[in-house]
């Protein structure tokens, strides 16, 4: 019997699907900055811009479209606490602040 990807990672095919297509497109936004930086010929180097602003467009669709796949499989509410107002969450101001007095003292003691 053949498993479904939500089966095999917890996650639903569609998210995973989205997700995927997300993380292939801002790999082919570095892409084509690196061709960009190594065409000489200009007619080469505005078809790559033409890709990286096309694959640029594709990253923006894929996170909106994510962003709606999340919220459907959570009902609304982030699982991690995203996007709620400081009313509902509490004390989400103080962990917010306690970490970043965290991260400061860490790095202002030089010690990695």
Same mark, same amino acid.
């Given at each position: 019997?053949?498993? $479904?990807?939500?089966?095999? =990672?917890? $996650?639903?095919?569609? $998210?995973?699907?989205?997700?995927?297509?997300?993380?292939?497109?801002?790999?082919?936004?570095?892409?084509?900055? =690196?061709?960009?930086?190594?065409?000489?010929?200009?007619?080469?180097? !505005?078809?790559?811009?033409?890709?990286?602003?096309?694959?640029?467009? +594709?990253?923006?669709?894929?996170?909106?479209? +994510? !962003?709606? +796949?999340?919220?459907?499989?959570?009902?609304?509410?982030?699982?991690?606490?995203?996007?709620?107002?400081?009313? &509902? =969450?509490?004390?989400?101001?103080?962990?917010?602040?306690?970490?970043?007095? &965290?991260?400061?003292? &860490?790095?202002?003691?030089?010690?990695?």
């Amino acid at each position: 019997m053949q498993q $479904t990807q939500g089966q095999q =990672t917890g $996650t639903r095919n569609e $998210t995973y699907d989205a997700i995927a297509i997300l993380y292939h497109a801002l790999q082919g936004a570095e892409n084509c900055q =690196t061709y960009i930086k190594d065409a000489k010929d200009e007619q080469v180097r !505005q078809f790559f811009e033409q890709a990286l602003n096309t694959q640029r467009q +594709l990253a923006d669709q894929g996170k909106q479209v +994510l !962003q709606q +796949l999340l919220q459907k499989d959570t009902g609304g509410a982030s699982a991690f606490g995203w996007g709620q107002s400081r009313a &509902q =969450t509490g004390t989400t101001g103080q962990t917010q602040s306690s970490f970043t007095q &965290q991260g400061q003292g &860490q790095t202002t003691g030089g010690t990695f």
